[in-house]
Every structure is written in structure tokens, then in C-alpha cells.
Nanobody
Framework: QVQLVESGGGLVQPGGSLRLSCAAS????????MGWYRQAPGKQRELVAA???????NYADSVKGRFTISRDNAKNTVYLQMNSLKPEDTAVYYC?????????????WGQGTQVTVSS
């Protein structure tokens, strides 16, 4: 079991920046692939950025070049640095921890943090 707590959301003007943090507890953090997802009103949850345990990253096309995912295994924390924010980035952002073991997938989610981009 992994418990995830996001922080760092808020209101920001277009073109601004925010850094989201996700603190993990309850299990060995380094064995999990970590990701950030978001869900805007009336839309499905979508992958924003992910990082494997080996450090490979993957980004949604809409955020490439603007967002950066990183992790600090010593602090059991994953980050999402968001630059050049746009109104369409407005959503609830969720942290995800994922691992596969013996053919089973294990996914854990945080409670979400609201990001609003508006002037």
C-alpha cells in the first residue's frame, strides 16, 4: 500500500509557473513508476507525465516542452514543474504510483490538487 499526498496547486495567471509535489508513504517508493494525471470538468482523466523506476519519462503532447516530471527517491517525492501555463491546463491534478508484480497491476492515487490558470 502506498499513500500519496499532492500539494502545490493553486491559481496562476497564463504564462505562469507552478510546481506540484506528491509525497509518498507506506511502501518502498523506488519500486513504483510515478505519474501525474489530470481531469478537467466534463473530461476524462488523462496522463500528463510519467517516470519509470529507471528514470525514463513520457509526456502528453500538449505539455511537452512546458512540464517536467522528476522524482527524489530519498525524499519519497515526485514533482511536476509546470511552466508557460495555459488556461487549458486547468484541472485537478492527481499523482499516481504504479507497479506490476506477478501479473498483477497495482495503482495508487492521491486525492488531487486543483490547478486553475486564469487571468
Amino acid at each position: 500500500q502506498v499513500q500519496l499526498v499532492e500539494s502545490g496547486g493553486g491559481l496562476v495567471q497564463p504564462g505562469g509557473s507552478l510546481r506540484l509535489s506528491c509525497a509518498a508513504s507506506g511502501s518502498v517508493f523506488s519500486i513504483y513508476a510515478m505519474g501525474w494525471y489530470r481531469q478537467a470538468p466534463g473530461k476524462q482523466r488523462e496522463l500528463v507525465a510519467a517516470m519509470t523506476i529507471g528514470g525514463r519519462t513520457n509526456y502528453a503532447d500538449s505539455v511537452k516542452g512546458r512540464f517536467t516530471i522528476s522524482r527524489d527517491n530519498a525524499k519519497n517525492t515526485v514533482y511536476l514543474q509546470m511552466n508557460s501555463l495555459k488556461p487549458e491546463d486547468t484541472a485537478v491534478y492527481y499523482c499516481n504510483a504504479h507497479r506490476s508484480s506477478r501479473g498483477e497491476d497495482y495503482d495508487y492515487w492521491g486525492q488531487g490538487t486543483q490547478v486553475t490558470v486564469s487571468s
